[in-house]
Nanobody, 122 residues
Framework: QVQLVESGGGLVQAGGSLRLSCAAS????????MGWFRRTPGKDREFVAS????????NYADSVKGRFTISRENAKNTVYLRMNSLKPEDTAVYYC???????????????WGPGTQVTVSS
């Protein structure tokens, strides 16, 4: 089992940048694919980005492609989401998730963090 905790959220102006971090407990972080999702009130949870356990394959939602970058540092049990050129519509609670099924991209994620709020002002 793995526990996830996100950090790095906050308030930023449109056009600005933030880097979210997700710290994972456990000794086998390197075997988990990781994902970032977001949710805004009244909407379904939305996929943002994912990264394979090997770190050599990433996927992005069309809405963030070219602006967001997912990366991981297995030695620190941490996955990151670098967000550039932020827009007001990026405002959401951002969640990281982990999957150890061996399927990439994952069909489902077994573990979720509590989320971190990102607010982009216009």
């Amino acid at each position: 089992q793995v526990q996830l905790v996100e950090s790095g959220g906050g308030l930023v102006q449109a056009g600005g940048s933030l880097r979210l971090s997700c710290a994972a407990s456990g000794r086998i972080f390197s075997s988990y694919s990781m994902g970032w999702f977001r949710r805004t009130p009244g909407k379904d949870r939305e996929f943002v980005a994912s990264i394979r356990w090997t770190g050599d394959n990433m996927n992005y939602a069309d809405s963030v492609k070219g602006r967001f970058t997912i990366s991981r540092e297995n030695a620190k049990n941490t996955v990151y989401l670098r967000m550039n050129s932020l827009k007001p519509e990026d405002t959401a609670v951002y969640y990281c998730a982990a999957d150890r099924s061996g399927t990439y991209p994952p069909l489902t994620y077994a573990y979720w963090g509590p989320g971190t709020q990102v607010t982009v002002s216009s």
